[in-house]
């Protein structure tokens, strides 16, 4: 993974030169005065951990596994986002833990919280390091250092119960190790977020996410039926049988938090056949209300298909483009749906009985040319941002849901914002994830950079926060809250549930030294 930018170097990708100057002419895109910094320019603090806290934390998993040289440091700096990425470019490093620590068992996790709340060390549970919502940066204040705790070690599929249909998996398994592992059975998790490549399994089920073809296979969320946290105050066993009456659920309070309650050491997570059969294809609709129509009434009364998206126009006109083609862009091009459908035998059926619901929504069929466009560049959009950002434009995207009522609503009121904060912005939008009640709203804003272009964004994205919330919306579908959506989540939970919340992390954190200051404030 590139230290300050996304994915493998080698798949980086050019800015087409027909790309740049549309930048150039619609946005007055330039190209930013200052270089980005090397790795080398990078400042980092002095490692602030004593030379005995780091030989006790050795001594709990091995001398080779904790690493407080400056390549480790780096690579364990902050996440993904658009800001994190600007801050790496900028040589700031002040983020950066004191070191890394890589356990190999549940029983070295649950020792290593030992240790660190004994010394006072805050932790950070490190995945994949994709989140986007600042959730790898905890507040140093009151701390004697800070460690990353990666995952990586936790890399097995511990067993699966062909009968029951689940896996018992550890945290983290990048995704596409997890599939391999379930492929030579013959089965599949279904989870393919645009992170797909670095993102862990237990970076999903702490963050929530959700994947593109989530209206199949569900949301990471839906697949967890059990699992494992290694918390301060001793282990959580979770979850017994699919479905309990047995009180509150407590694996709805491990899922979505983010690190600040426990470390999950195992997931017990639902599975499915390996499909043998994928059709994805396009569909058009005269307008983003057309569209959105359809995908609710697929969603209410079914069939619904695998992946179900739909683009907005000014979405569908940039991605329809074609790089040499960018000059002559159809303003009507109307909005592109891409429905898939993955399983076996019943996937002509289901295709069928879709497509019926989508042509009498008024939809017009464009075969499976899109579609396959679709899912060949499903995972390369982050690979362009790095270029765009060099380039001088900044490229960032946020999410929210709402119930179909509200969703047009909600729609505008982001939108009214990004142009408001960023004068004429380029702002894309589609619905990424379908429900009977509702749906998401996924933007993709690319903006030229002002000469603090960090400041620029956030200023942008506090007030779109604060008008999805106003807007009746939640701050995110599938991100998390991280840092960055702290006050938004506190406007929509309320300060009594914020209050919960704290209960419940100074049961499980009496030292509050797991990931302080992410999904509430630290202290009290
Ligand atoms: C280019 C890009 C595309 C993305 N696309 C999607 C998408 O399509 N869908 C989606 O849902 N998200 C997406 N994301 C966001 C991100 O990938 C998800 O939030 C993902 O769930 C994070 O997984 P991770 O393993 O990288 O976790 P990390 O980023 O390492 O951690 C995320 C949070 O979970 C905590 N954590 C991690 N592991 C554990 C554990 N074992 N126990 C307790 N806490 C833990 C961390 O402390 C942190 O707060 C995208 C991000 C990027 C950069």
Redesign the pocket.
Known sequence: MLWSG?GDPAKAAALPEPLRELLRDMLGVRAPQTPAASFGEVRLAPVALSPLVLAELRAVVGDGHVRSDDDARIRHTR???TPDLMRMRAGDGSDAPDAVVLPGSHAEVTELLRLCAAHRVAV??????????G??VATRRGFAGVVALD?ARLNRLISVDAESMTAEME??LRTPQAEQLLATRGLTLGHF???YE???????????????ASAGYGR?DDMVVGMT?ATSRGTLDLGRAPKSAAGPDLRQVILG????F????SLRLRIRRAPTRRIYEGWRFASFAAGSAALRRLAQEGPVPTVLRLSDETETMIGLARPGELGGLAADAGCLAIAGYEGSEEVTALRERAAAVLSESGGVHLGTGPGESWAHGRYS??YL?DSLLAAGATVETLETAGFWSNLPRLYDAVRLSLRASLGSPLVMCHISHVYGTGASLYFTVVTAQSGDPLTQWEAAKRSAGEAIVRAGGTISH???V?RDHREAYTAEIGELGVEILRGIKDRLDPRGIL?PG?LIAEGR
């Open positions: 996304w996440g993904k986002s950070v549970p490190f995945g994949g390091g994709t989140s986007v919502v959730g790898l995952l945290p983290g977020p645009q992170s670095y993102a862990t399994l237990g970076g999903f089920a702490a963050a929530r996410s959700s994947g593109q990471f946290v938090s983010e690190g600040a426990g470390v999950i050491t959009a982050p941002r599938h991100h998390g991280g990931n992410v």
